[in-house]
Antibody, heavy 117, light 106 residues
Framework: EVQLVQSGAEVKKPGESLNISCKGIGYSFATYWIGWVRQRPGKGLEWMGVIFPRDSDTTYSPPFQGPVTISVDKSTSTVYLQWSSLKASDTAIYYC??????????WGQGTLVTVSS | EIVLTQSPDTLSLSPGERATLSCRASQSLSSLAWYQHKPGQPPRLLIYGASSRAAGIPDRFSGSGSKTDFTLTISRLEPEDSAIYYC?????????FGQGTKVQIK
């Protein structure tokens, strides 16, 4: 079955670092862009950025350039979203999604990140 | 940044009725998608290329429009269509989503 499987929910304190992951299964992982989408509590969807696993080419939406890092490990078909210093405002559900020709045709189940002191 | 404005914010209709959702762009687009998002689930692609249905999507969902004005139509609402619907452009390297339209089934 073709799917994206994300890592589990996280509870962190402000200032802590965090990596969440997204593993592609059942398709040619290296040849599709993988993007990240944020949904803050009670809010809409925000496109954060995208990475092309074959060559690690990465593009960020301007608000997310700097606060997060998107990376990939081709050997395990896994894309990562990383924070070096979390803030309470990073509390959200984060979805990874396969980006074919620009649209997002396959989504992970989402990872809830809670940042609270 | 291209801004997408969806209307209305909320639509409350009965089963069997027709729902018309609008997405207006701040500049002309080459590509637009629509997604359905239900609580506790990831979003689901409905429409891409403004009017092409994604795999497995019922034909009661249809998309139309071009340039700056796009429409998602649900021809005969069913109870399971209760969700938030988002448009998304992918005309450049910084895609954005609209703010969403909530569809409530009476």
């Amino acid at each position: 079955e073709v799917q994206l499987v994300q890592s589990g929910a996280e509870v962190k304190k402000p200032g802590e670092s965090l990596n969440i992951s997204c593993k592609g299964i059942g398709y040619s992982f290296a040849t599709y862009w993988i993007g990240w989408v944020r949904q803050r509590p009670g809010k809409g969807l925000e496109w954060m950025g995208v990475i092309f696993p074959r060559d690690s080419d990465t593009t960020y939406s301007p608000p997310f350039q700097g606060p997060v890092t998107i990376s990939v490990d081709k050997s395990t078909s896994t894309v990562y979203l990383q924070w070096s210093s979390l803030k309470a405002s990073d509390t959200a559900i984060y979805y990874c999604a396969r980006q074919g020709a620009g649209y997002l045709d396959l989504w992970g189940q989402g990872t809830l990140v809670t940042v609270s002191s | 940044e291209i801004v997408l404005t969806q209307s209305p914010d909320t639509l409350s209709l009965s089963p069997g009725e027709r729902a018309t959702l609008s997405c207006r762009a701040s500049q002309s687009l080459s590509s637009l998608a629509w997604y359905q998002h239900k609580p506790g689930q990831p979003p689901r692609l409905l429409i891409y290329g403004a009017s092409s249905r994604a795999a497995g999507i019922p034909d009661r969902f249809s998309g139309s429009g071009s340039k700056t004005d796009f429409t998602l139509t649900i021809s005969r609402l069913e109870p399971e269509d209760s969700a938030i619907y988002y448009c998304q452009h992918y005309s450049d390297s910084h895609p954005t989503f609209g703010q969403g339209t909530k569809v409530q089934i009476k």
